[in-house]
């Protein structure tokens, strides 16, 4: 299972968000979790895959850090 963690601005959550449903859609892939986390930094967007592949994949697209959950 692969965790993705991407770091936004709070100004940026709409276009990131429908960036992300619109990959999402195009490339079949359902995340297993998704959840959002306000900070003084922004928003923290915490994606989770069952399939690696997938959770590989999308962290590339979105420039982001990924972690292997057991």
Request: proline share 3%; net charge negative.
């Amino acid at each position: 299972m692969r965790k993705i963690e991407i770091r936004v601005r709070r100004a940026d959550l709409p276009h990131e968000m429908g960036a992300m449903r619109e990959w999402l859609d195009q490339s079949g892939y359902a995340p297993s979790r998704f959840d959002c986390k306000q900070d003084a930094e922004g928003v923290l967007i915490c994606v989770e895959f069952v399939v690696d592949a997938e959770g590989d994949a999308f962290a590339a697209r979105f420039n982001s850090q990924t972690a292997l959950l057991i």
